[in-house]
């Protein structure tokens, strides 16, 4: 198992050598839109979650009643 981890880990290493090497120039343009729509996409993503775990979320932050003391329960 720790010889195929190994073999993986030196192939993987030798794909991003050679991919850096043979890198072309890119010749391309980046308008002010493109940083709206990456916020956007980061944006989504990180309200998605939040909409996902929001059960979670509400009992980490929120007590329950049977937390509450009895004697603040009357008041």
């Not at 030196?10 to 120039?25: D, H, K, S």
């Not at 996409?41 to 509400?58: D, E, H, M, P």
């Amino acid at each position: 198992m720790i010889q195929r981890l190994k073999y993986f880990a030196i192939t993987l290493a030798l794909f991003v050598a050679l991919g850096l090497t043979f890198e072309r120039q890119a010749h391309a343009y980046v308008d002010p839109g493109s940083g709206l729509l990456i916020f956007q996409g980061i944006s989504a993503v990180f309200s998605g979650a939040l909409f996902y775990f929001r059960r979670r979320l509400k009992n980490i932050f929120v007590r329950s009643p049977k937390d509450i003391p009895q004697s603040s329960r009357s008041l």
